[in-house]
């Protein structure tokens, strides 16, 4: 039975593993791929007026945005952690309605210094507390306030100029954002494996949706011509209002651009390795017949007659296999918007906490705080 779960924490059974990105399926239908995430045909017509009116109005405002002469960044100085002779750089993109950066946030930043990077700090919220502010600066070489235009991608396009003009020599780029929670285990063994790829660029997660990409809430590039290459993606980047845009523009386009360009693009928890470690736990294969519409009978289907389903109709990793991720796999972060709204109305999510490790970098109680700082400061 579904409220039988077992949602107790279980240790990392799975090797850490980087693979290579799945190449696109001549048959890769978008339309499928956007059945698989809404779940219902109805759902799907639903979302997708809304991203056409989401578009619409977007075009609009991004040719206001064109037209306006002020500049993009309100605020550019250096933090008390200058690395001087930094070869890590990582870019790091923060926004809350709010204005704070949270106790979660400071750790992030903490780790990344921890893994031998500069930390550039950019930050897209409408004011930021000269505390908060305060605060960051003791952990960030770089801090930046702009506007809050193009999202994640937006604001890397922006930075990347001045972080190569300030580290010239840097052999490795992060790009991160703050829409994971975490991190809920040691870090170490994860950036290490990403590392251990050699040079290209290298994600946490691969998607199949729309077409094989890294999710780039936690991009990594390595060596100077993966380096050269992802700054010259962000400075041709066009960015927009329209959510949806920017993912198509950023996300969804970077990890083929990079291989088109001749370099090894692989992930530290593949797709099909996800699938693989679903259906070998029955655990995992009720969650998943309990997460979607179409994966209702999977607990009845023979096994390879399992796999070609969940193959047909890929699922986003970091919601529809977040369980798995986390349990069988390691996984050392929790998505922000899972925890937060459950857009896909997924089963168990609300027992989240019974996942964090208690020793865990980020416990409960500081993940928790972060959430509640997300919501706008009433007046």
């Not at 703050?178 to 494996?193: Q, V």
């Not at 490790?357 to 705080?369: L, M, Q, R, Y």
Request: charged fraction near 20%.
């Amino acid at each position: 039975m579904l409220d039988q779960i077992d949602m107790v924490l279980r240790p990392n059974t799975l090797p850490l593993r980087l693979t290579e990105l799945a190449v696109p399926g001549k048959d890769a239908a978008r339309g499928v791929h956007a059945y698989s995430t809404a779940g219902t045909w109805p759902r799907l017509a639903r979302r997708a007026g809304e991203a056409a009116v989401e578009i619409g109005l977007a075009l609009g405002r991004d040719l206001l945005q064109a037209a306006d002469p002020r500049p993009m960044l309100h605020r550019l100085e250096p933090g008390l952690a200058p690395c001087r002779q930094a070869r890590s750089v990582a870019l790091f993109m923060h926004y809350s309605a709010g204005g704070g950066v949270s106790e979660m946030v400071l750790r992030q930043l903490r780790m990344l210094r921890e893994q031998g990077f500069a930390v550039a700090f950019i930050s897209t919220a409408a004011e930021i507390p000269e505390a908060d502010w305060d605060a960051v600066r003791q952990v960030a070489a770089l801090l930046a306030h702009r506007r809050n235009f193009g999202r994640d991608f937006g604001a890397w396009r922006d930075l990347i100029g001045p972080v190569l003009q300030r580290w010239p020599e840097a052999e490795e780029v992060l790009l991160m954002n703050d829409s994971i929670l975490g991190p809920i285990r040691d870090p170490d063994p994860y950036f290490a494996a990403l590392r251990a790829g050699g040079p290209g660029l290298f994600g946490l997660t691969e998607s199949l949706q729309g077409r094989p990409h890294l999710q780039s809430y936690l991009v990594l590039a390595r060596g100077a011509a993966a380096v050269a290459d992802l700054a010259l993606f962000l400075r041709q980047f066009v960015p927009s209002h329209s959510k949806w845009l920017v993912v198509q523009r950023g996300e969804l386009r970077l990890s083929g651009w990079m291989r088109q360009r001749g370099h090894r693009v692989a992930a530290l928890f593949g797709y099909h390795r996800l699938l693989e470690a679903a259906l070998s736990d029955p655990a995992e294969i009720a969650q998943l017949s309990a997460s979607h519409p179409l994966l209702r009978e999977l607990e009845r289907l023979p096994p390879a007659e399992r796999l070609a389903l969940l193959q047909a109709h890929p699922l986003n990793p970091t919601q529809h296999l977040w369980t798995v991720l986390v349990r069988r796999l390691g996984f050392p972060f929790l998505k922000t918007e899972l925890v937060r709204r459950n857009p896909g109305h997924l089963p168990h999510v609300e027992q989240w906490p019974a996942l964090v490790p208690s020793a865990a970098p980020c416990p409960v109680a500081v993940i928790k705080a972060h959430l509640a700082s997300l919501r706008p400061r009433t007046v």
